[in-house]
């Protein structure tokens, strides 16, 4: 049911890993409006962002859109980052334009910048390294991913600067589901996502876990050898150029 009083809110990808946090922990507070791809347990505006068509009505009367919708995969090949990150970025800004929605925020990545990452491993991920690489930082992505995020940036300055629209870019680090237990998380390795500077987030795959081990513990950790690391993590660091002995963690996967 509507609720006048509540801003209304269309997020893209609403069924997704980040989409659910969202429903979860800002249905309370504005009137979310579901965009998905396919039919879900809750309502939602079903289309491919990649039809502009197909999700323009989903923008008439919205207050703001978080678009979260795409493929998140860094390693996505150049077939699906074309419909699903590059066209679909654009038709979700220029179906808000449309529509006169005043408000977008955009989900980039870490990814945008992440050659200095790749340059920097191991080193950066030690918890007193103090490089930074935020908005100024020249861009660097690491991949077609990384580009599509640095081209949805670019969009959101554009409808900024030409349509008047006030676009947010969060370039977020990395949103995984916590492990249920011990065995999950060494069968479903996932990096952490914390709520300190993005230097101390860290791919803890090569960690072992125990339960209730806090995360300085685990950070702590970081600085022992890498016969702790698995043999993926190994891969991943030396895919990084990092050194066997000492390489300690990888970049996180998206
Ligand atoms: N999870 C992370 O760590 C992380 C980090 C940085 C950025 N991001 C970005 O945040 C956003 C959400 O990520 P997530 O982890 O929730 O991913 P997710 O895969 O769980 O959710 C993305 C959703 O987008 C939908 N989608 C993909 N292509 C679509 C299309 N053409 N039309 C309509 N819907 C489509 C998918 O059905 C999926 O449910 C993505 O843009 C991702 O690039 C995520």
């Given at each position: 049911m509507s609720s006048p009083e509540k801003?209304?809110?269309?997020?893209?990808?609403?069924?997704?890993?980040?989409?659910?946090?969202?429903?979860?922990?800002?249905?309370?507070?504005?009137?979310?409006?579901?965009?998905?791809?396919?039919?879900?347990?809750?309502?939602?505006?079903?289309?491919?962002?990649?039809?502009?068509?197909?999700?323009?009505?989903?923008?008439?009367?919205?207050?703001?859109v978080v678009h979260l919708a795409a493929s998140p995969a860094v390693e996505t090949p150049w077939e699906e980052i074309l419909p699903n990150n590059l066209i679909g970025t654009y038709n979700v800004f220029e179906a808000a334009r449309r529509a006169g929605v005043p408000r977008v925020v955009f989900a980039s990545s870490n990814h945008v910048v992440g050659m200095y990452e790749v340059d920097g491993a191991p080193e950066i991920y030690g918890v007193d390294d103090r490089r930074v690489y935020d908005h100024t930082a020249e861009i660097r992505p690491d991949s077609l991913y990384g580009v599509s995020k640095a081209y949805g940036e670019a969009l959101g300055r554009l409808f900024v600067e030409r349509h008047g629209m006030s676009v947010f870019c969060l370039r977020i680090g990395a949103v995984r589901l916590a492990a249920r237990s011990p065995r999950e998380a060494a069968r479903r390795p996932h990096a952490i996502g914390v709520a300190e500077p993005a230097r101390l987030r860290v791919a803890d795959r090569a960690l072992p876990r125990r339960r209730g081990r806090s995360l300085r513990d685990r950070l702590r950790r970081l600085g022992e050898p890498a016969p702790l690391l698995g043999p993926r993590a190994r891969a991943r660091a030396a895919r990084l150029g990092a050194p066997g002995r000492g390489a300690r963690v990888g970049t996180a996967p998206r």
């Open positions: 801003r209304r809110v269309l997020v893209t990808g609403a069924e997704g890993l980040i989409g659910s946090v969202v429903r979860r922990e800002l249905g309370g507070r504005y009137e979310l409006i579901a965009l998905t791809l396919t039919p879900q347990s809750f309502p939602s505006h079903v289309a491919d962002i990649a039809d502009l068509a197909a999700i323009e009505p989903a923008f008439v009367g919205i207050d703001a």
